[in-house]
């Protein structure tokens, strides 16, 4: 089997759960920047340096493969300018994947394909459409590949099915972008040892997180592991997937387990974005999901759950804990 991304915080998950499960044979896996599956322990793994907007690279990737994960994407850095990369490349590796014939496509897409709009149900399960948020660049492109690939699984007229996984925010030991990338970690960073040694000893100097009060869902790498690897092997059946642990937090939440202090703020003020959205957790604006905090956005996964047999072991609040917890062991500065 095929797998695009597979070194980013999804992958470093996915593909041991794949490598330790029986059923699954070889493992290729492609991403861009050089990659040691050797000493990272993955036995049983090729590793091909490339990029998903090449379609020679794509076609040598998905050559007699399976299954194809297809996790590839610009999340991060998500902008107008990664329309070519996120919905262009996502396409070239859905055409490649028919074309060589794969039984299965596991698309990861995200709870961001529904967009963040006003007209969404409290609860949200598998039937509302995903619409996306044109304002947003993850959202709309996200949106935009689940489109293609049903369209293409339409007009190809291929024996391929697909899974599409829509995963709330992923955090982990080893997904710890949500911590990672918290602007005052970020900021910290640069703080010689000795300033960031005052901060943490003076309570009224930790950083304050802006709380609209919005309840956001939050997955466990290794349970979403799971629900992926149940899908390569082909459980359920074709559709898409939530993909969210159990119970919701808040930025409060996030700021109490980080030791750091929490301040509400209107809804209103983040809808008008500025300097309370730059303050938020999740930014750098190109997080675009972060917009999420302008309303809930959270999903039902009884789906996933009566046809994969997926029953994620980890509450949100537990997810959170153990991603703090090991970015201090990994010496991330959290202040
Ligand atoms: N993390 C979350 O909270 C979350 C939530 C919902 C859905 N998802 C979705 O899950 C998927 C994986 O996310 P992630 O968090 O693992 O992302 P990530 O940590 O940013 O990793 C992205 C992976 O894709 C590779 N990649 C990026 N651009 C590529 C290109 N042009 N060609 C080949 N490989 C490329 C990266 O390696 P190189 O940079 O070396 O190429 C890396 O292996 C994405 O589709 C994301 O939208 C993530």
Redesign the pocket.
């Known amino acids: 089997m095929a797998v695009?991304?597979?070194?980013?915080?999804?992958?470093?998950a996915l593909v041991p759960a794949l490598l330790r499960n029986r059923r699954v044979g070889r493992v290729i896996?492609?991403?861009?920047?050089?990659?040691d599956a050797r000493s990272a322990g993955w036995r049983r793994f090729e590793y091909l340096?490339?990029?998903?907007?090449?379609r020679h690279?794509v076609r040598e990737l998905v050559r007699g493969a399976d299954v194809v994960v297809?996790?590839?994407?610009?999340?991060?850095g998500?902008s107008d300018e990664t329309w070519e990369?996120?919905v262009g490349?996502s396409r070239i590796v859905f055409e490649e994947a028919i074309e060589a014939g794969v039984g299965r496509i596991v698309?990861?897409?995200?709870?961001?394909a529904y967009g963040f709009r006003d007209d969404l149900p409290a609860r949200i399960d598998e039937r509302q459409p995903t619409l996306g948020s044109p304002e947003h660049p993850?959202s709309a492109q996200?949106a935009a590949v689940e489109r293609a690939l049903e369209a293409l699984l339409e007009t190809s007229g291929a024996r391929t099915q697909a899974w599409v996984?829509?995963?709330?925010?992923?955090?982990g030991p080893r997904?710890r972008?949500?911590i990672e990338e918290l602007p005052y970690v970020r900021a910290a960073r640069a703080l010689p040892g000795p300033v960031r040694s005052i901060v943490r000893s003076a309570p009224l100097l930790r950083p304050v997180l802006p709380d609209p009060g919005v309840p956001f869902q939050l997955?466990h790498e290794d349970d979403?592991a799971r629900a992926f690897v149940a899908a390569v092997l082909g459980r359920g059946e074709p559709g898409p997937y939530n993909?969210a642990g159990p119970g919701q937090l808040t930025i409060s939440r996030l700021a109490r387990e980080l030791r750091w202090h929490a301040l509400p703020v209107p809804r209103a003020a983040v809808v008008a974005g500025g300097e309370v959205l730059r303050r938020l957790p999740f930014a750098p604006a190109e997080l675009t999901?972060i917009h999420a905090l302008r309303r809930p956005v959270l999903m039902r996964c009884e789906r996933a759950r009566k046809l994969l047999g997926w029953q994620p072991r980890r509450t949100a609040l537990a997810t959170l804990r153990a991603t703090i917890e090991a970015a201090r062991r990994a010496g991330t500065p959290l202040l």
């Open positions: 695009t991304g597979p070194t980013g915080d999804l992958g470093r896996g492609m991403a861009r920047r050089p990659f340096q490339g990029d998903i907007t090449d690279a297809h996790l590839a994407f610009a999340v991060l998500a990369l996120n490349g698309y990861a897409s995200s709870v961001a993850y996200k996984m829509r995963p709330c925010i992923v955090a997904a972008t949500l997955v979403l993909l999901w």
